[in-house]
């Protein structure tokens, strides 16, 4: 079974600041997917990045961007010139390969608030 | 195009009474998801189904919860004899293909609490 560890439950950042959150993983997996994914206050949950395992280079998208460390099984999220509306909670997710990303694996999230 | 549709969004039931809770898929998804989000915890997954099938069902509890998906309308998740410890958090989640899918769409959840 796998597992996904997010050890940090709350963060802060000042606005226009760059802030990394931490997620770890547990698999004898070799391919497989990892997600962030950002839950502001109405729910939603909202897919940010996706990196896949076999992979090398990291996964980036505007102003986000992972560190993927495959043997350290660790797969933290970089937010860059963090904005107002980056306040919500952050959740690591894992798929393996050949399942579907409906069926994942969450981390306990990451509450971060950006201060102005 | 209207995305994971989840109603109520907000429901109270005394313990004992039954939960029935809605998820809408995106159009042209055949494949929907359940997870629970207790408070301060991640979303763990309860069930996968397909149009009239129960494909994986490994995080339901073995009582009192059920899930459908027919052939016309919504999915429902049904809780019978509510206790307060049901009260959380429910995720739908739809997607297009299954297997082959590497994104679920989430909807906005019902939040469920039991009095």
């Known amino acids: 079974a796998q597992t996904v560890t997010q050890s940090q439950p709350e963060m802060s950042v000042q606005e226009a600041e760059t802030v990394t959150l931490s997620c770890t993983y547990d698999t004898s997996e070799n391919n497989y997917y990892l997600f962030w994914y950002k839950q502001p206050p109405s729910r939603q949950m909202i897919l940010v990045i996706r990196?896949?395992?076999?992979?090398?280079q990291n996964a980036t998208e505007n102003r986000f961007s992972v560190n993927f460390q495959k043997a350290a099984k660790s797969f933290s999220l970089k937010i860059s010139d963090s904005q107002l509306g980056d306040t919500a909670m952050y959740f690591c997710a894992f798929m393996k390969l050949n399942t579907n990303a409906g069926k994942s694996t969450f981390g306990d999230g990451t509450t971060l608030t950006v201060k102005p | 195009n209207a995305g994971v549709m989840q109603n109520p969004r907000h429901l109270v039931r005394r313990r004992g009474q039954e939960a029935r809770l809605r998820c809408s898929p995106m159009?042209?998804?055949?494949?929907v998801y359940w997870y629970r989000q207790l408070p301060e915890e991640g979303l763990k997954f309860m069930v996968y189904?397909?149009?009239?099938?129960?494909?994986?069902e490994s995080g339901m509890p073995k009582e009192r919860f059920s899930a459908e998906f027919p052939k016309e309308g919504p999915s429902i998740l049904r809780i019978q004899q509510v206790v307060r410890g049901d009260s959380a958090a429910y995720f739908c989640?739809?997607?297009?293909?299954?297997?082959?899918?590497?994104?679920?769409?989430f909807g906005q959840g019902t939040r469920l609490t039991v009095v």
């Open positions: 990196q896949e395992a076999y992979k090398q």
């Open positions: 989640a739809s997607s297009p293909r299954g297997p082959r899918d590497t994104e679920a769409f």
């Open positions: 159009k042209g998804h055949s494949h």
């Open positions: 189904l397909q149009k009239e099938n129960i494909i994986d």
